[in-house]
Structure formats: structure tokens, C-alpha cells
């Protein structure tokens, strides 16, 4: 998320603090509810660790587990899980609003700036239709996944259970959860016993590419249709980057790591691998079986998520681009730092150089600490937090085996994803505000 950050305290407290407090209580309460013997297959109270990794795993829609989502949890436990991450795709604040509005409740402008602040919209202007269009949106391509896995769920699991499967796997794809409930067949398998399934393998992967690239783009597109010139600078950066960012990795994927399977199969999981690497956390192929090299290139894709305003986490597919322009506007030499004819303000470049701080600083310094801690591979220990940081999900499968203090730090990471590192920052720091005078300029040699 990039919020503004000349937004002012009402009341005493920011929108920043308002949503990280929504996040937190609703983590909290799923962690009440998951512990209630009533949330487990054996009936027994859930220790409170395992309750609160999985609750915030949802909530902030990573995917990160400790215990096998269907051999583990009941169906009440299963309905609490993908509550919390639908609530947590679409937004603690948004849901709020969609209940005021829906109660009669008065929407004002405080009400407003925090959904604005939320989604990461450029204006506070129209949020309670944006609210009512984020809700049919996400109903709306929910129910079409559902109907489209229906046949391939129905066929292995039966009607009853294959109408759960299919809306479970719908919601957490869309989401960019991660969440599965393959269990059944094997704990922790994730999608890989439908590796060659082309039919389910695209269906997941357009739901998660639809929930990834954000509400602001869709909006975009059904305002303005095909109409690739009428879209904002936002969106165009959007779909290009993301098109680049499915492209480039799955043709490595295809040439570096799947070479042993068929043609159909290796076309499939590259893309596979390359759309769910950046956020959603699904896997079709073992990836312990991944070349260094590749496991390396799924870390730098875990940290760069997806778009903002979407249900995905990650610094976000923007942040990368406004980087990357920047650069070009340094090799170029050119003064400003523009796309698509049009140019981009001084302050974003600035945030997006923060965001890429932040989250490597965290990454690798809490990679590094695990590491010590659970005496595991450094790249390892990467992978993990990478996947915490980036809300993804995937994982070499150490997550269950890791000890409290990593475990603390993977949940930290994933609410750190979730809320944005910025949204953060403005909450515990206050505004400096904007002052007249400035020092004295000095240069400094940089390169």
C-alpha cells in the first residue's frame, strides 16, 4: 500500500491505527474460535500457539500452516478459516463499510478516508460505491471459480463434499490464501496431486491472477472496457508488470526445472509456479525437489506479491515498476520519472524505495535469525519468511516443525505483508508535518 501520508488524526487516533486495530481484533477473535474443541476433528481444545499461527496465516491470507487444514480442522474449524481469509482478502474495512451501508448507517468523510487508506485509491472520493462494487466483484468471480471447480471436485470427493471443495478452493484462490484441503489424500500436499489436471490448473490460476491485480484495476476496466488508453497510469503499470512477472519466470521454470515432465505438464506448472509464486501460495509440483537457482528466483517473486488494492500482499507489482523506471530515468538521464507519457511524483519514487528497504531488511534479518535459531540453510529460512513477509504461503515444509520464537516471527511477518510496512510506520510514528524551511543542501558521492 502507498496511503497518503498528510491523512490527520480524528478523534484522537488515525486511519492507519484504525486498520491496523481491525486486523488484529478480528486475528484475535478467529484465534478464540479456533481454539473451541468444536474447531478440531478430535474435539479438544487447540493450544493457543497453533490457534493464533493459523487465525493470522488467514486473516492476512498467507497460507502458512502448523496443522493440515482438512485432516486437522472440523467443518466448523474449515468455515472459521475461509471466513477469515474472505474477510481478510477483501479488507476488515471494507466489510465495515458494506455493514454500515447495508444498516442505514451515515458513511462520513472519516469513514471514507480509511477506506481510502485501505485499498490504497488515490481519492477519498466514491468509496461507498467502490465498497459495493468490491463486494459483487469478489461474490460474483467466487461463485463462477466455484462453478467451474465444481466438476473436478465433485467427481473426486462426491456432491456434498465436492460443493465445499469447490467454493473452499474458490475463495482462498481468489483470496491469494493458499489454504487447501488436499490433506485427505496426503497432509500438507497442497495442489500437487493435481499437477496435470490442465482444467482445475487454469481455472486456480485465473482466480488468483483476478483477485491479484486489484479492485481499483478491475474498476478501471469495467468504467472504461478494452480501452487500453483510457486506463490510468496505475492501471497500465499493473497489467504490464504482472503480464512481465508471469512471462519471464515461468520461461525459466519451463527451460530450469521441469525438463523431466511433458510437454503439457511443463507448460503448466511453469505457469502454474510463476503465478502462485508472487502471493497465493498453491503449489502443483514438490518443490523441495527445486535447483537452488530456482528457489532463489521464487523468493525475489514472493516478495514482490501483487498489485495494490488487491487481496494480495507483497511490496507490490507498482512499487517494483516505479523502481525500475527510476532507474531508467537515472541511465537515461532524464530529470523526472515517467510511463505511459506521463510522470511520476518525487514522493512515490521515495516510498517505493522505503518499501524495498523494509522488506528486505525484515526478510533477511529475520531469515538469518531463524536460521540460527532452528539451525536450518540460510536459503531455507529465506524461503519461509519470504513466503510470511509476502503473504504467500509456500514452504519447504519446516513451517510445522519450527519453535515458538520462529513461529512468533513468521506471524509478525505476516501481519507486517498484510497491513503494508507503511501503514505501520504512519501509525506508530507521528507526522512531522510539512515544514517551510530546509537545510542546507550538501552533495554526497553515490556508485
Known sequence: MLPNIKRKKRKGITSFQVIILSFFVLIMLGTCLLMLPISSNSHTVTPFVDALFTATSATCVTGLIVQDTATYWSLFGQIVIISLIQIGGMGVITIGMAVMRASGMKIGLSHRSTMQDSIAAPHVGGMVRLTGFILKTTVLIELIGALLLFPVFCKDFGILKGIWYSLFHSISAFCNAGFDLMGTREQFSSLTSYGSNIYLNIIIMLLIISGGIGFLVWDDIKTNKFRFKRYSLQTKIVLLTSLVLIVLPAVYFFFAEYADL???????????????????????????????????????????????????????????????????????????????????????????????????????????????????????????????????????????????????????????????????????????????????LENISLG
Open 262 to 440: 511433458n510437454m503439457s505438464d511443463r507448460i503448466i506448472s511453469s505457469f502454474f509456479q510463476s503465478v502462485t509464486t508472487r502471493t497465493a501460495g498453491f503449489n502443483s509440483q514438490d518443490l523441495s525437489q527445486m535447483n537452488e537457482s530456482g528457489t532463489a528466483i521464487m523468493v525475489i517473486l514472493m516478495l514482490i506479491g501483487g498489485s495494490p488494492g488487491s487481496t494480495a500482499g507483497g511490496m507490490k507489482t507498482v512499487t517494483i515498476a516505479v523502481l525500475f523506471l527510476s532507474a531508467i530515468t537515472v541511465f537515461s538521464r532524464r530529470r523526472d520519472v515517467q510511463s505511459f507519457k506521463r510522470r511520476i511524483a518525487d514522493d512515490m519514487v521515495r516510498n517505493a524505495g522505503a518499501i524495498l528497504f523494509m522488506y528486505f531488511a525484515l526478510t533477511f534479518i529475520s531469515g538469518i535469525v531463524i536460521s540460527r535459531i532452528e539451525h536450518l540453510p540460510l536459503l531455507t529460512c529465506l524461503f519461509e519468511t519470504s513466503s510470511g513477509i509476502g503473504t504467500v504461503g509456500l514452504t519447504l515444509g519446516i513451517t510445522p516443525k519450527l519453535a515458538l520464537a520462529s513461529r512468533a516471527i513468521l506471524m509478525v511477518l505476516m501481519f507486517f505483508g498484510r497491513v503494508g510496512g507503511l501503514t505501520l510506520i504512519y501509525a506508530a510514528l507521528p507526522s512531522q508535518g510539512s515544514k517551510n524551511s530546509r537545510l542546507p
